[in-house]
């Protein structure tokens, strides 16, 4: 197998969002998102500037921490005290906007990293997409379900020919 860097694999079409996007808009962004050759859409979007530098990133998991009621956070049961007025509650974040939830900084990449030290960061960094960058410039993203399709496609392929 020829050595694969962070360029051969990363996606060039990928989602970006303002910092003062609603909420709702990344939301839509998400639901809306294209599925990739390896099956799977992106759960997160990254976080571009007015002058295109990379300043966060939004994913599903950002979005449901801070939707839910705060007193979760110090529950230590599961329990269904809001399940039925989950529309009121979900209508106080109307007005949110994206870099109140983003996360930042992010992890990012060269387009040179080898496919295995994306593995190592990725799963150290518990991390489900890195940018790749040159300099300031976002080239693309380097999803962990692309790099499990392409590391595994290719280990399949090489046994199967055993």
Known sequence: MKEIHARDIMVQDYGKIRPEASVREAVRMIFQGKVRESGYKP???????EIDRLVGMVSMHDILYHLRPPYLNY?????????????QHLAQFNDLKVEQ????????VTPEVPLMTLVDLMVKKRARRLPVLEGEKVLGVVYLSDVFFHLCKSWLDASDML
Do not use: N, Q
């Open 101 to 108: 939830i983003m996360s930042a900084p992010v992890i990012t």
């Open 75 to 87: 529950a230590f049961d599961s329990f269904h005290v809001w399940e039925e007025d989950i529309d």
């Open 43 to 49: 759960f997160g979007i990254l976080v571009i500037d």
